[in-house]
Nanobody
Framework: QVQVVESGGGLAQAGGSLRLSCAASGSTFSITTMGWYRQAPGKQREFVARIRYSMSRNYADSVKGRFTISRDNAKNTVYLQMNNLIPEDTAVYYC?????????WGQGTQVIVSS
């Protein structure tokens, strides 16, 4: 099995930056894709970014050019560097890992962006 734990959320001002981390543990050798999703109050969870073991990346249009996802396979950790934050980025951010056609989710980390 695989478990993921997020960290790094917090409060930032508009235009500021935050970096989220997601550490995987367990059968990490079987992880193919890791990603980030977010859920704002009253809204559905939405895709933010993903990175495959090959290092290919995908981003939601709303974060392209501002967010960067990276992965350290040796540390089994994925990062989300968030720059030029806007209030609309306020949400709980969830880490997601895919292995053997199974998805696992973290508990989430809160990001609040003030204007």
């Amino acid at each position: 099995q695989v478990q993921v734990v997020e960290s790094g959320g917090g409060l930032a001002q508009a235009g500021g930056s935050l970096r989220l981390s997601c550490a995987a543990s367990g059968s990490t050798f079987s992880i193919t894709t890791m990603g980030w999703y977010r859920q704002a109050p009253g809204k559905q969870r939405e895709f933010v970014a993903r990175i495959r073991y090959s290092m290919s990346r995908n981003y939601a249009d709303s974060v392209k050019g501002r967010f960067t996802i990276s992965r350290d396979n040796a540390k089994n950790t994925v990062y989300l560097q968030m720059n030029n934050l806007i209030p609309e980025d306020t949400a709980v951010y969830y880490c997601n890992a895919l292995y053997n056609d199974v998805e696992v989710w973290g508990q989430g980390t809160q990001v609040i962006v003030s204007s």
